[in-house]
């Protein structure tokens, strides 16, 4: 119903930048939300950051001042931009979004397959 694909992992070293992207497809009727989460190995997945509108952002304290999200309502497009990488940021980055598809009277929660950050020490 509503597909969502991230894109812009890859390996960089402590201290680099490296942008996400998330692109929505689907049926959907609108996407109230979306937000980053992210698992490293081992490890329970934790939320990073949320978006409604353009200037509605909400981030954790661990990436507070070096992550940046941002949202293209008219392209349904999610970025993330991520600077100064600490091997501590080093996990799978799912990109999830709350939205209303089709007829459905509820919004649910759907979610991206991931793309893998890695940063080096």
């Known amino acids: 119903q509503v597909h969502l694909v991230e894109s812009g992992g890859g390996l960089v070293q402590a201290g680099g930048s490296l942008r996400l992207s998330c692109a929505a497809s689907g049926s959907f009727v609108s996407i109230a939300s979306m937000a980053w989460h992210r698992q490293a190995p081992g490890k329970q997945r934790e939320w990073v950051t949320a978006i409604t509108s353009p200037t509605t952002t909400a981030y954790a304290d661990s990436v507070k001042g070096r992550f940046t999200v941002s949202r293209d309502m008219d392209k349904n497009t999610m970025d993330l931009q991520m600077t100064n990488l600490r091997p501590e940021d080093t996990a799978v980055y799912y990109c999830?979004?709350?939205?209303?598809?089709?007829?459905?009277?509820?919004?649910?929660?759907?979610w991206g397959q991931g793309t893998q950050v890695t940063v080096s020490s």
């Open positions: 999830a979004a709350l939205a209303t598809v089709g007829d459905e009277l509820n919004e649910s929660d759907y």
